[in-house]
Nanobody
Framework: QVQLVESGGGLVQSGGSLRLSCTASRSILSFYSMGWYRQVPGEERELVARINRGGDTYYVDSVKGRFTISKDNEKNTMYLQMNSLKPEDTAVYYC??????WGQGTQVTVSS
């Protein structure tokens, strides 16, 4: 089992930037894939971006060109750099590792 701790959320104006971090309690190299999801109350959790062990990335269309996922294996940390934020990006963002491991979530609020 691994603990995932997210940080970096907050309140930002439209067009602003935030960087989310997800630090794992053990090596992230054991996970083939890690990702960021987000959830708005009353809606399903949706995939935002994923990165695999080799560094290949995937982004949902709505964030392409604005968000960048990356990881630092030595720090056991995954990041999500979010630029040009929009009010519709407002959600709780969750870190995911493997099929079952989730962080507690961090709130991102973008004001118009």
């Amino acid at each position: 089992q691994v603990q995932l701790v997210e940080s970096g959320g907050g309140l930002v104006q439209s067009g602003g930037s935030l960087r989310l971090s997800c630090t794992a309690s053990r090596s992230i190299l054991s996970f083939y894939s890690m990702g960021w999801y987000r959830q708005v109350p009353g809606e399903e959790r949706e995939l935002v971006a994923r990165i695999n062990r080799g560094g290949d990335t995937y982004y949902v269309d709505s964030v392409k060109g604005r968000f960048t996922i990356s990881k630092d294996n030595e720090k056991n940390t995954m990041y999500l750099q979010m630029n040009s934020l929009k009010p519709e990006d407002t959600a709780v963002y969750y870190c995911n590792a493997g099929p079952r491991e989730w962080g507690q979530g961090t709130q991102v609020t973008v004001s118009s």
